[in-house]
């Protein structure tokens, strides 16, 4: 499968080194957040309090999108979401003081999932399904998931520079920290630019509607609210989190568990050109359930591994299958609303993941504190398959117009 299909525009192409950059940004920063908040002298529950004020905000900023996009435009919000992340790095280079950092995580565009949560996603979505027809539009999703896991991969890797840095210059792991997140700085201010590129005209393309959402609004809330458990459940378990666990649990070194998570954004990746090729032989919705719910099984089985051997086996199994319903779903959100519709429906069904997964984290973070077993692994685990099962049943019969044409033929 190509990355870019035959036909993509120039503004695609912009769209997925964008998503490249922010995915390198994100690999290292969610495995180096909570090794930075404890090196600055606090515990694991203001770990979890920061996660969950960066989800939260982004759940606030997402708001914006969803009911400003169509008047605005989305090419000026991208502009102002890379000038954001600018300032997020700055901030979290320079203060050092826990509320002041919870405000700055806030406002500000810090990830610590590599899972893209950001205020980024929807409008890149929306102008992703633009680009590509509805035979393409799956490929052309899969493709923006495949650049950003892999290069969150890479950027998992970079999480060991700091130990580099700190044998190489003879730097404290303070100082060898902080100069990643000037590294973030720089990468979002490349996406600045990159963005600038854009042409003005993206904003005045499309007639713009007059509501964010017209006939497909009960459809989006009620995705929507499915992909809030679901996040819910994710949230319980953000990189950052799980990576702490595996520091406790198992001991790991950075340099180790920087290894873990590449080889994880490996399968992961692997995993969005098989999602492309088999939902076009079994449907989105059904790519989504039956490739998610043993993934959601490996992640209970996960809190019960006797050792790091298996640990990490299951994590490696997870990542290959968790993953394959992120270019299915973002691709059949767009294809079962009208075309007006699709920055608002993007905005609005990664509202409530946004604001789900927000809270989950702190959460996470009590119950990794309050005992050595990982409950969050058992409890996200039982909440994701939930919604699966939610998902097959409300949404197998409502296919996307490809799958509906494609049945016709086979009549």
Same mark, same amino acid.
């Given at each position: 499968?190509?990355?870019?299909?035959?036909?993509?525009?120039?503004?695609?192409?912009?769209?997925?080194?964008?998503? &490249?950059?922010?995915?390198?940004?994100?690999?290292?920063?969610?495995?180096?957040?909570?090794?930075?908040?404890?090196?600055?002298?606090?515990?694991?529950?203001?770990?979890?309090?920061?996660?969950?004020?960066?989800?939260?905000?982004?759940?606030?900023?997402?708001?914006?999108?969803?009911?400003?996009?169509?008047?605005? &435009?989305?090419? #000026?919000?991208? =502009?102002?979401?890379?000038?954001?992340?600018?300032?997020? &790095? #700055?901030?979290?280079?320079?203060?050092?003081?826990?509320?002041?950092?919870?405000?700055?995580?806030?406002?500000?565009?810090?990830?610590?999932?590599?899972?893209?949560?950001?205020?980024?996603?929807?409008?890149?979505?929306?102008?992703?399904?633009?680009?590509?027809?509805?035979?393409?539009?799956?490929?052309?999703?899969?493709?923006?998931?495949?650049?950003?896991?892999?290069?969150?991969?890479?950027?998992?890797? /970079?999480?060991?520079?700091?130990?580099?840095?700190?044998?190489?210059?003879?730097?404290?792991?303070?100082? /060898?920290?902080?100069?990643?997140?000037?590294?973030?700085? =720089?990468?979002?201010?490349?996406?600045?630019?990159?963005?600038?590129?854009?042409?003005?005209?993206?904003?005045?393309?499309?007639?713009?509607?007059?509501?964010?959402?017209?006939?497909?609004?009960?459809?989006?809330?009620?995705? /929507?609210?499915?992909?809030?458990?679901?996040? $819910?459940?994710?949230?319980?378990?953000?990189?950052?989190? +799980?990576?702490?666990?595996?520091?406790?649990?198992?001991?790991?070194?950075?340099?180790?568990?920087?290894? #873990? $998570?590449?080889?994880?954004?490996?399968?992961?990746?692997?995993?969005?050109?098989?999602?492309?090729?088999?939902?076009?032989?079994?449907?989105?919705?059904?790519?989504?359930?039956?490739?998610?719910?043993?993934?959601?099984?490996?992640?209970?089985?996960?809190?019960?591994?006797?050792?790091?051997?298996?640990?990490?086996?299951?994590?490696?199994?997870?990542?290959?299958?968790?993953?394959?319903?992120?270019?299915?779903?973002?691709?059949?959100?767009? *294809?079962?609303?009208?075309?007006?519709?699709? *920055?608002?429906?993007?905005?609005?069904?990664?509202?409530?993941?946004?604001?789900?997964?927000?809270?989950?984290?702190?959460?996470? &973070?009590?119950?990794?504190?309050?005992?050595?077993?990982?409950?969050?692994?058992?409890?996200?685990?039982?909440?994701?398959?939930?919604?699966?099962? +939610?998902?097959?049943?409300?949404?197998?019969?409502?296919?996307?117009?490809?799958?509906?044409?494609?049945?016709?033929?086979?009549?």
């Amino acid at each position: 499968m190509r990355l870019l299909p035959q036909g993509t525009t120039p503004e695609t192409r912009i769209l997925y080194a964008g998503r &490249g950059l922010r995915a390198f940004a994100d690999g290292f920063v969610s495995l180096l957040l909570p090794i930075y908040i404890t090196a600055l002298g606090f515990d694991v529950v203001a770990v979890g309090l920061i996660s969950a004020s960066t989800m939260l905000g982004s759940a606030a900023l997402t708001i914006g999108v969803g009911f400003t996009a169509h008047r605005y &435009g989305r090419r #000026i919000l991208l =502009v102002g979401s890379a000038l954001l992340m600018i300032a997020t &790095g #700055i901030g979290f280079l320079l203060v050092h003081e826990l509320w002041p950092l919870v405000v700055i995580a806030f406002i500000g565009t810090i990830n610590p999932s590599p899972a893209d949560v950001s205020v980024f996603y929807p409008l890149e979505q929306s102008l992703l399904a633009e680009s590509a027809s509805a035979e393409s539009r799956t490929a052309t999703f899969a493709g923006y998931a495949l650049i950003g896991s892999l290069v969150a991969a890479l950027g998992a890797l /970079a999480a060991g520079l700091p130990s580099l840095l700190q044998t190489s210059l003879h730097l404290d792991l303070l100082l /060898a920290l902080q100069s990643m997140f000037a590294l973030y700085t =720089v990468l979002g201010l490349v996406t600045y630019y990159l963005y600038r590129r854009l042409p003005p005209s993206l904003d005045n393309r499309d007639q713009r509607p007059s509501a964010a959402l017209g006939p497909s609004k009960r459809i989006v809330f009620t995705l /929507a609210a499915l992909f809030s458990l679901d996040s $819910f459940g994710g949230g319980l378990i953000v990189q950052s989190l +799980l990576a702490l666990w595996l520091f406790q649990r198992f001991g790991l070194s950075l340099e180790t568990a920087g290894a #873990i $998570f590449f080889w994880s954004g490996v399968c992961t990746a692997a995993s969005y050109i098989v999602a492309a090729k088999v939902s076009r032989k079994i449907g989105l919705v059904n790519t989504m359930v039956f490739s998610h719910l043993p993934a959601n099984l490996c992640m209970i089985a996960l809190a019960f591994a006797p050792n790091l051997t298996i640990a990490v086996v299951l994590l490696l199994i997870r990542a290959a299958l968790s993953q394959m319903d992120v270019p299915t779903r973002g691709s059949y959100v767009m *294809a079962v609303v009208t075309p007006p519709e699709r *920055a608002a429906a993007a905005s609005i069904t990664a509202l409530p993941r946004s604001l789900a997964s927000s809270l989950a984290p702190l959460l996470g &973070g009590w119950l990794f504190a309050l005992s050595p077993f990982a409950w969050p692994l058992v409890i996200a685990g039982a909440l994701k398959a939930i919604y699966d099962i +939610l998902l097959l049943i409300l949404f197998q019969s409502h296919k996307p117009p490809e799958e509906e044409g494609a049945a016709v033929k086979a009549s």
